[in-house]
């Protein structure tokens, strides 16, 4: 890809004077700089010279390359499904007005609204079921790990969520204080009776992050006595040691909607993962076209910042969700390679041409 | 200065202010009280600080660095406000910043202590209460009576009390101080006491004062009578520290002046730090990227108000504030937002590039001193760096000012050739040194026969008799030491290789005469000397012949040439004279001037010095008048020299004309060559010396810097004084003139090509003198500055200027002129000796050549080379890589710094501007530190982009670098743009394909500090993959830096994110690097950004390589074109050579 001029000036002509003076002056110490490749900046080197003709091919192969995968890219990113409902409640026409209007953090009965919707594709393979939010530097994360002190004394970084009635948060911080607590369940409405689609919490988060960066302090055996003169977050309804009343294992630091939760999403319109929906044993698609109910404990005010609630539906290829983005800019790049590899092959034979008649009467 | 300045303060009350009064001895005077004044001690200090003010001085001097000082403010608001960072990401970098500079600079110091400790602890003879005792040289105290052997340099300035010659004279050299090697003469006190410890006296003299050649004083010497006899003391009598004492072989003198007051070190300037012309742009760039960072924390700053200011954004139920955000005040809380903003952008200015910058020169300088072309086989040393600060401005130099005497010459004389009546003879070797005289075999003397042998003696004894040159007297030393003697002279006089008896040592006013004399005895007539008025010379059959000197005619400048009246055995009076053609040519029958003319002006050009020699017979009434006239005007009391001048102009005429010689005053080796190359590399080259007019053009003539073409305007004394007007009014005159003719008239010069080579324009020569300058510099107050104007711009349109009879004073005058003149161009004085150490000082780069002149030029030079051949190589070749390559580190560091820093700033806009850094801590404090600081270090220390051995090939090549070009506006703009351009590319290519953040083919999301590795990765690949693209000289340091920095990253990002770090408050980044990379997604568009990101540079590079075989063929057909040049340009080097091949031999 690149013309090379292997260019080895080692000491070629030195090195016949230099035996002769050391030893003919034997023990004469000279302050003769020493005659090695590095201190005479002859050291061998490689001298790439990019030109037309060599950077030529790397264009069309690159074009040839990105092209293909962009196509793939794309195709695969149109063949995931996804759906998207909005149950923010902002107009007066959705079920999720009133819950949205009268809502607020400190309420204490949580508001429920149904969402119905229609899909009108079956979605194929396992469903992944998001939240989205649009919408963070205030965590504690030895606390998270399960470290005893810092679950006592919560580090400076969690104010104004660190101490609550004189009593260390846990777990502190902003993030911590404003988990998305809305529950979501998906009801499959076939002639007005509803059948409850299963919806898996296991593997939402990061297996690491699940494994071993949030711990429980002491373990995972009796939560309550673990969490025994702390107190629960501002804003929560529960203490962290009862977020999954089903699931024991769930509880806690490692409560994986949770963790979720505290791995901060980068831009302010995001989706997290919520549930998953498995793909079933037999032929039937995990959910069939019809019509859907989706359930809303109304618990996360949004209207106080104009925020916005959406629940997607969405399968998952090997490139992950449905994102067009990919698929379009490796074509385009691939493309513009290509173009530019046409435009510099014209130029690299013009040139060549007007080189060797320039070359004749010389 | 200072002190100098207290002193008077202080004094003023007790002694008078404009003299001082020294005890000779420190014995009281027995007319007034003795009250021991204070003078300061004879210690010579260059350095700059102490053991005790280093710390202190040291880190006061580099917090002035603008850059220094905003990293310690930064630092401090870190530790100060709460902020995003912590203190540590700048601090530890500021200090390792703070502490590498520090290192190299007290070593630098050091090795400054360690120079003058040499000077100041010299060993020398004082004389104490009659008693001799060695004493270290600072210790020398005003008063002290000081003895000085032969050869040894004056430790202090003397006042000259006793001296072991007869006459009470002493030989001295001042060479070191102003560049004149000849012997001077200095006389002690007149009538003095021999004895000189009951010599009772005080000496009162001016103040010390910087002017070499004035000295003031009055000695009183106190013996029986009660009053004191008084003598006056004049600058004859004052020997100079750093003068060397010749010839004489003891003194006994009074200091008068000692250490940083005396004449030479008062001629010093103050050691001032100096700042290379890239650490200007620097901090030009560093200003517009402060103005950006102030910006960019403003635009956040307000935005983040305008945003909370919205209902539901300032304080949102999930994140409330604490008690005291609420209570503070809204000014101060945007006060202190405003300084995180700045805190958290502060990484766009590169604290590590100062780091790298100083590493670089300091690493990169090793290379001058590694250099075996370098290396001097004869003094057995290579260069030396004795400041690293300056290495690109190598790179750079625009004017260069060199010395002559022992720059651009070695200072010896020799004798080249002669001719006699129209004949050549050229001494050639050893073997026809038998035969005495030869022939040229050249094409003269196929053509004639040799000359008459008559006529050949004649102009032999001629030349034995025409001069003024003292036989160096034999000491009363074994033969061994005086061999020593000889070969000590041997430098000063004409280089070794005769056999000892031939070896004879002459002293002579002008070195010239020295050389004759010594071609006359290598032909077989040798002058031994002068006796009682007889001079001996011993002919080729080894009679002895004896003259009888009547008189001396002496050289002076006007008539520029010298004559003897000799009596021979038989009583015949001949006159013999010798001078220049011009002056001679009038005086002597036409018809012999013709043959003559034509060798004269042959060897005129080839940069010898020629003299012609005439002599005339006088006849007794002629002898008689002209005696009579001589004693009268000897003995005239006004108008002496006219008088005597009028005599001299009517014996010395209608003479006839013999033949004439060529002296050379040896160029050092491949002089020409070198200022062939600095010219031709664009380099403007003026010389400056001390020395006579005459001699410096024959230099200039023969280092080709005057060619035959070049027209030279002259403006010194003797073009001043040409009619009855005042000076001031001729030398406006004159200005005016010269002004048209180079300025006005000559055809506006293309930027580039055409200066130097191009035969078309006509090459001017501006000479100009000490006395002349003197006027130019001092007229009145309303004339001076634009005397100087006018000055300036004739000389900036003269392909080469020279300055003779300089004060070292004055040289710095007009490198500062220069300096200071229009696009301050950079400028390098180069020179060897004590009077070029204030050019050298003033000049942006001083080189110093260790020469035979001691090493006061070396001490205070910037760098120090053995020959002046080297400078090619230091300029062309160093220099050019130095520049290219720090330019592009400068250029790249900036260009790095801004593509990290502005998807950060991006992200605020996409985090409520809540100050959230995108990066996590340890990238941002790795980022400059490790990832990205080697590749670039390796680049600027080892990329050649273009190999030496074609850059000192194609001088011109130089000038693609001319004027900071790499480093102006224009470079600067397209780096930013990059830089810019990256930026978004990294921010928003990521920022799309978080459009759905679920990447994963587990259905999994990423989270903000995912999104901030990857931007993080295609930032450290992309940046390390451009300089590779950069690079056009990969040695196996580049590969394995470049690739091992890469390597690095992804091993440390494992590792960090692999483990639970117990000192960390956050584990931001867990695993969050190898989930990334299990992510497809996240893959394809790490390399879709990096490629993107690299492909217009790639395009630029290929778009531009039309002309880069283009380019190559060019540079192949320049050094063709250079070859085409070469018969005009060799044309001389061959002549050049042949002789120096001869005088190669003739040694």
Known sequence: MMASGYNAKEEDGHHSGAPGNGGGAGAVKSKKPDNTAFKQQRLPAWQPILTAGTVLPAFFVIG?????IGIGLFVTSNNIKEFEIDYTGVDASSPCYNCARNFSWNSTSSCTCSVPFTLEQPFESNVFMYYGLRYVKSRDDSQLNGDQTSLKSPSKECEPYRMSDGHPIAPCGAIANSLFNDTLELYYVVNNSKTPVTLVKKGIAWWTDKHVKFRNP?????????????????????????????????????????????RTAALPTFRKLYRIIQKKADLTPTLASGRYVLEVSYNYPVRSFDGRKR?????????????????????????VCFFLGVVLLIIHHKYDNRNNSADIPN | MLRRRLNRLLGGDERRVDSRTIYVGHQPSPTEAFIPPKFCDNRIVSSKYTVWNFLPKNLFEQFRRIANFYFLIIFLVQVIVDTPTSPVTSGLPLFFVITVTAIKQGYEDWLRHKADNEVNKNLVTVLEDGHRMRKESEKIKVGDVVEVDEDETFPCDLILLQSTRDDDTCFVTTASLDGESNHKTHYTVPETEKDLESLNATIECEQPQPDLYKFVGRMYIYKNDPEPAIRSLGPENLLLKGATLKNTQKICGVAVYTGMETKMALNYQGKSQKRSAVEKSINAFLLVYLCILVSKALVCTTLKYVWQSKPGQDEPWYNQKTQREKDTNLYLKMFTDFLSFMVLFNFIIPVSMYVTVEMQKFLGSFFITWDRDFFDPEIQEGALVNTSDLNEELGQVEYVFTDKTGTLT???????????????YKYRDADTELDGFSVTDGPLSKMHEKAGKEREELFLRALCLCHTVQVKEPTGLCQDQQNNLMDSLEGLMVDGGPPPQE??????????????????????????GLESKKMKIKNRNNDIEMYELLHVLNFDPVRRRMSVIVQTKSGDKLLFCKGADSSIFPRVRQEEVEKIRVHVERNATEGYRTLCVAYKKLSINEYASADEGLQAARLALQDREEKLMAVYNQVETGMTLIGATAVEDRLQEEAAETMEALQGAGIKVWVLTGDKMETAKSTCYACRLFQRGTELLELTVRTLEDGVRKREERLHELLLEYHKKAVQDAPPIKPSVSRGWSRANQDYGFIIDGASLSLVFNSLESNSSRYKNLFLQICQNCTTVLCCRMAPLQKAQIVKMVKNSKGSPITLSIGDGANDVSMILEAHVGIGIKGKEGRQAVRNSDYAIPKLKHLKKLLLGHGHLYYVRIAHLVQYFFYKNLC????????????????????????????????????????????????????????????GIAKNAMLRWVPFLYWTVLGVFHGLLFFFGVRYLFGNPALQDNGQVFGNWSYGTIVFTVLVFTVTLKLALDTRHWTWINHFVIWGSLAFYVFFSFFWGGIIWPFLKQQRLYFVFANMLSSVSAWLVIILLILLSLLPDILLVVLRKPCGPHSRQRKAGESGAGGSQSPRSSARPLLMRTFSDESNTVA
């Not at chain 1, 025994?228 to 977020?243: A, D, F, H, I, M």
Request: glycine share 8%; with cysteine; aromatic share 16%.
């Open chain 1, 311 to 335: 629940v997607i539906l969405s399968t998952i290829s090997w490139m992950g969700g449905k994102n067009p983005f990919l698929g379009i800019a490796y074509i385009t790049v691939g493309s």
């Open chain 2, 900 to 959: 990290f820093i502005l998807p950060q700033f991006l992200y605020q806009f996409f985090c409520g501007y809540s100050q959230q850094p995108l990066y996590d801590a340890a990238y941002l404090t790795m980022y400059n530190i490790c990832f990205t600081s080697m590749p670039i270090l390796a680049y600027s220390l080892l990329e050649q982009h273009i190999c030496v051995e074609l850059l000192l090939d194609n001088a011109t090549l130089y000038r």
């Open chain 2, 410 to 424: 070695q200072n010896n004389m020799e004798f080249i050739e002669c001719c006699i009546d129209g004949f050549q």
């Open chain 1, 218 to 262: 002491g373990g995972n055996n009796n939560l309550t006595v673990a969490f025994q003169g702390t107190s629960k977050p501002v804003n929560w309804r529960t203490p962290v040691s009862e977020l999954d009343p089903t699931d024991p294992e769930n509880n806690g630091f490692i409560n994986e909607d949770f963790i979720v939760w505290m």
């Open chain 1, 64 to 68: 040839l390359i990105f092209i293909p």
């Open chain 2, 503 to 528: 070896q004879r040592g002459f002293i002579a006013s002008s070195p010239d005469e020295v050389a004759l004399v010594k071609g006359a005895m290598r032909y077989g007539f040798t002058f031994l």
